[in-house]
């Protein structure tokens, strides 16, 4: 099952808006990101801290992503799901 959402984050002073899916399935919850041509997933680890791993690319080859980008989603995705 996946739910369709938009989160706004605050990156190097300018707002930004990403679209995001929920996937869920069993016991995981994973929120889905496209980010250029990457999706990325974030997700709890085991200590159920947020995770973003870089799930494919529509081009087949890694692309360089901004860490600050990453962490700034992560960082609201945090606010969101607490």
Known sequence: ???LFTITILHNGVE???AG???ISAYTHQFIFTIGESE????KD???N???LTASSSSGKP???DPSLVQALIN???KEIE
């Open 1 to 3: 099952m996946e739910e």
């Open 16 to 18: 930004k808006e990403l």
């Open 21 to 23: 899916k929920l996937r």
């Open 40 to 43: 990325i997933v974030v997700e």
């Open 46 to 48: 085991d200590e159920g």
């Open 50 to 52: 947020l995770r973003a």
């Open 63 to 65: 692309q360089n992503i």
């Open 76 to 78: 609201e995705m945090g």
